[in-house]
């Protein structure tokens, strides 16, 4: 018998006189123990978050509709946004700590230019042409690409091009907004400052140390091309032919610590006709499909995920992904909470 079983029964509110209960009301006050399970459950968290897919093709002629419906002036970022079930689709969140929208921008558009206390990055779903300009930074917008936009950065999008640009927003919202510190300030557009911070950081094993002093930018690189990170995970699946997980992990590349401080990002590759299968860790994760098709299996939940389809898991839970392609390999984008879970100490994988 394990310990907490001699408290499985506690006592109720309800088995507390009413006068009393009226008392402890009117002086904001609350009995712990009719609710201590509910807060403390033994063994594994009480989660909201539900597994939840979002497919792109029943999404994207929704977003196309609403640039028809309402124009850029009338909206700021037009945004729908990928709200779990579990947690209330009012709530705007895909899991506790992170919230998922997609966004459009239209040829000719310009989104204005702002900052706010949440950290974001743009995962490009689809089109050319566009660019976000964050703290003075140009970063063209192509398919795959990352683009941060970190906590208080001053930050626009723009698009020369002639065809719908749609990128997925990921943002550490929910956490920053439970916290009762989320705000935004509006602003001037941005002088564009020369230079790329991935022309000059974007090299595995080197960084630049002008006079032997490295550079005490909190975010360095702000773009990480696709190209670039699918051409790592193709190299190390060739130069490490046994390794099971192909992955590679955005960080900043100063540091080496991860790109953001609050979410984690990471890319997969797997092999054609490749099963794999992720430990359960305390983290929540959300899965984007970049190139190819992988069957998504968390816990009794199954999931096909096509090119830009979207899907996320509850924390604690194993995930299996098995590329449904003999022939090709299949790249996927991966977004948690492992660095806040590491900061609280909270952190956990279970195998």
Not at 35 to 47: H, I, K, Q, Y
Not at 118 to 142: F, H, Q, Y
Not at 165 to 175: A, E, F, I, K, Q
Not at 240 to 264: F, K, S
């Amino acid at each position: 018998m394990q310990n907490h079983d001699r408290f499985d029964t506690l006592g109720r509110l309800e088995d507390l006189p009413q006068d009393y209960r009226d008392n402890l009301t009117q002086q904001n006050l609350v009995p712990l123990w009719p609710s201590l399970r509910a807060v403390l459950p033994p063994e594994v968290p009480a989660r909201k978050t539900q597994p939840t897919h979002w497919p792109y093709a029943t999404l994207r002629p929704l977003l196309i509709q609403a640039g028809e419906l309402t124009p850029i002036e009338k909206a700021e970022r037009r945004v729908l946004v990928l709200a779990n079930p579990g947690h209330g689709l009012e709530k705007m969140q895909a899991s506790a700590a992170m919230y998922l929208g997609m966004q459009l921008l239209l040829p000719g558009e310009l989104a204005p230019a702002h900052r706010h206390t949440p950290n974001a990055i743009r995962m490009v779903v689809e089109g050319e042409g566009a660019w976000t300009l964050v703290d003075g930074e140009k970063c063209p917008m192509s398919r795959g690409d990352l683009i941060l936009t970190p906590t208080g950065l001053w930050h626009e999008h723009g698009h020369d091009g002639d065809k719908p640009v749609v990128w997925l927003d990921v943002l550490d919202l929910p956490l920053v907004y439970y916290m009762e510190a989320s705000y935004h300030l509006e602003g001037p557009s941005q002088s564009v400052k020369p230079g790329e911070g991935v022309k000059a950081f974007g090299r595995g094993g080197v960084t630049p140390t002008t006079v032997f002093e490295r550079s005490n930018k909190a975010y360095p690189m702000l773009r990480y091309p696709w190209a670039d990170a699918r051409a790592a995970l193709v190299s190390i699946a060739d130069n490490e032919p046994d390794t099971e997980c192909v992955q590679v992990t955005y960080v900043n590349p100063v540091t080496g610590d991860d790109a953001e401080n609050i979410l984690g990002f990471y890319a997969l590759m797997l092999r054609p006709g490749q099963t794999l299968r992720l430990p359960a860790r305390s983290p929540a994760q959300v899965f984007h499909q970049i190139e190819g098709s992988a069957d998504v299996q968390i816990e009794a939940t199954s999931f096909t995920l096509a090119e830009a389809d979207t899907c996320c898991a509850p924390g604690y839970t194993a995930v299996t992904l098995k590329n449904r392609s003999a022939s090709a390999p299949a790249f996927i984008f991966v977004a948690d909470e492992a660095p806040l879970h590491r900061k609280l100490g909270v952190y956990e994988n279970r195998g």
